[in-house]
């Protein structure tokens, strides 16, 4: 299978330049010349994200099949693994059927956006919760609202408080409008919880710097950390998290927040394949991004393109030149710019046009800034518009209004608006439709003190220790170490399938369990403890 064009990528930049070239080329020459490789089959509008995990909006909202909305060029479900700039081929992982295929391109457009890499704080990406695409936000929502069960069901009061606090860390915008998203959710539910309706809920943002939303300016910045203090979410401000394990968040400072919930939305990390490709032709990145020409064209490269979040472009901003910063609005229109430059190219080769005159007809990646705007939950958001600041309800009216017009396609427009008419008239739905996940292996991490499991209790699961060491301590007061590279197996088990011992960290420690259908088959005969939720 080759292609005259590939886009690599199906978000904001890659959909938008298969819709410049479709525009160009017209739709039976953009199917058979221009191939569109993204992950998913949809367009993930991800500015709307927190809204889902807040309830306020359903998943189907925030997409949008890239079939329906990229219609003309040849979309093509799967995974790049690898690009090899030397034979013009892509590996493809399409699924557990057609793991390695292989496409080849003249032209490859590399739109692949960040990935998140939650490992650079111990702990975080065993217990935080990711939000990126629509699953972690539906697995968020439902993470939270059983929280709350939880909550309403159980008699120890410290366990009850550690199931109603919630951490968020990170303070840009993701981080602000998922905490404002999940406080409204809590209160709103609070009242049909008969056993919560007392209970003090606790949502604390965690953040680095001095200044939240550092990217809409410090005015803007004091304003959101007053309103989410008056709503009465923590902040934690020029502060870092250190570790984060099953049971606590703690922090730089030394001091821990207790909590069963760790929202991250730090870890942005440059995607192995774009690291790949500069390696390949010998370029220095710009903080893991591929420096890009004004037109689109990676530096040096006249048939290698890309552009969004993986891409560091040029960018004129009101006489200033910069670097096109990691936002929506840029991916989008350095997305068209680059279609439409390719779209050029392809016309000029056509015309056999020498390599001068096709440069001559690319046009340089422009755009207006036109503002930013971000929710702070409780129908209150922060806008910085055309250099205009607005805050308060109604910067929130802007936020829906412009939100609702930048939603690709009329459907997603009128469902959306159908959704926020109901959200505002009815309550936020609090059923769980997620299954329990069938998590059969999984990670966890665990300070000196904090136990794997205690004597007594079932064994739901056996560990690896990966990293660490734990002490199995048993009644008659004897002690044994379980070392970095050893398991924690029903040897520690009595005859009725409970641990006869606590198992301990006594220093920092990484574990692999093993539950579920994973458990039987390590055991052999322990009979498994019902699965719950994570
Ligand atoms: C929760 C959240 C909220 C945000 N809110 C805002 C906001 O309010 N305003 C704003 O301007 N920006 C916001 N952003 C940032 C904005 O979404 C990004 O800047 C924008 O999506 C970048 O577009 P892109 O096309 O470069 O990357 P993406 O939109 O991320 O697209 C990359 C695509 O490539 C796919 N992909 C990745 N790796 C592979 C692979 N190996 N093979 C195949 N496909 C692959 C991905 O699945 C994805 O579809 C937010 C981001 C998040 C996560």
Redesign the pocket.
């Known amino acids: 299978m080759e292609f005259d064009v590939v886009i690599?990528?199906?978000?904001?930049?890659?959909?938008h330049a298969a819709r410049a070239l479709v525009k160009a080329l017209g739709r039976e020459e953009a199917t058979r010349r221009v191939a569109l490789?993204?992950?998913?089959n949809v367009?993930?509008f991800?500015?709307m994200?927190?809204e889902v995990a807040g309830a306020s909006l359903s998943p189907a909202d925030v997409v949008n099949p890239l079939r329906h909305y990229c219609r003309g060029v040849t979309v093509l479900q799967?995974?790049?693994?690898a690009v090899d700039l030397a034979a013009r081929t892509l590996t493809?992982d399409g699924g557990r059927f057609t793991r390695d295929q292989t496409i080849g391109f003249r032209h490859l457009a590399i739109?692949?956006?960040?990935?998140t890499d939650l490992s650079r704080v111990p702990g975080m990406a065993e217990h935080g919760w990711p939000?990126?695409?629509v699953a972690d936000a539906l697995r968020l929502r439902a993470a939270v609202i059983n929280r709350m069960e939880e909550a309403n069901l159980v008699a120890d009061e410290r366990v009850r408080a550690r199931l109603l606090t919630f951490v968020v860390v990170g303070g840009g915008?993701?981080g602000v409008?998922?905490a404002g998203q999940i406080h409204d959710l809590l209160h709103e539910a609070k009242r049909f919880y008969t056993r919560l309706r007392d209970e003090h809920i606790r949502v604390a943002l965690v953040h680095g710097h001095k200044q939240l939303l550092a990217e809409i300016g410090p005015k803007l910045g004091d304003y959101t950390a007053r309103v989410l203090r008056e709503r009465g979410i923590e902040l934690y401000l020029e502060t870092r998290v250190a570790e984060a394990t099953a049971s606590r968040v703690v922090l730089a400072d030394g001091r821990a927040i207790e909590t069963h919930t760790i929202i991250s939305?730090i870890g942005n990390a440059p995607?192995p394949?774009v690291l790949d490709v500069a390696r390949q032709l010998g370029l220095e990145t710009e903080r893991g991004r591929l420096p890009t020409e004004p037109t689109l064209r990676v530096k040096g490269q006249r048939e290698l393109w890309a552009?969004?979040?993986?891409?560091a472009t040029p960018w004129n901003d009101r006489g200033e030149v910069k670097t096109a910063p990691?936002?929506?609005?840029?991916?989008?229109r350095a997305?068209t710019q680059l279609g439409a430059n390719l779209a050029r190219v392809l016309r000029a080769e056509a015309e056999g046009a020498g390599a001068a005159e096709i440069d001559a007809r690319l046009r340089p990646f422009t755009h207006r800034y036109l503002g930013?705007?971000?929710s702070i939950g409780a129908r209150q958001a922060v806008a910085e518009v055309l250099g205009f600041h607005f805050r308060g309800f109604f910067a929130w009216w802007m936020w829906r209004t412009i939100y609702l017009a930048k939603l690709p396609g009329v459907m997603r427009r009128l469902r959306v608006t159908i959704d926020w008419t109901f959200e505002a008239i009815f309550r936020r739905d609090i059923s769980v439709v997620l299954p329990p996940p069938d998590e059969t292996m999984r990670a966890i991490h665990l300070e000196p003190g904090e136990p794997m499991a205690r004597r007594g209790e079932p064994v739901r699961a056996v560990g690896y220790v990966r990293r660490g060491r734990l002490e199995a301590r048993a009644e008659d007061g004897s002690a044994a170490e379980i070392a970095e590279g050893q398991v924690v197996d029903q040897t520690w088990a009595d005859a009725e399938g409970r641990w006869r011992a606590d198992l301990v960290a006594t220093e920092s420690s990484d574990l692999t369990l093993f539950r579920g259908r994973a458990l039987e088959l390590f055991t052999g005969e322990l009979r498994l403890a019902p699965r719950g939720a994570r």
Not at 111 to 115: E, F, H, N, P
Not at 326 to 332: D, E, G, N, R
């Open positions: 690599a990528g199906g978000g904001f930049a890659g959909a490789v993204a992950e998913r367009l993930v991800h500015p994200l927190a799967g995974a790049v693994r493809v739109t692949l956006g960040s990935i939000l990126k695409s915008y993701t409008e998922v939305t995607s394949v552009a969004g979040d993986c891409a990691p936002t929506a609005q840029l991916a989008q997305g930013q705007l971000a």
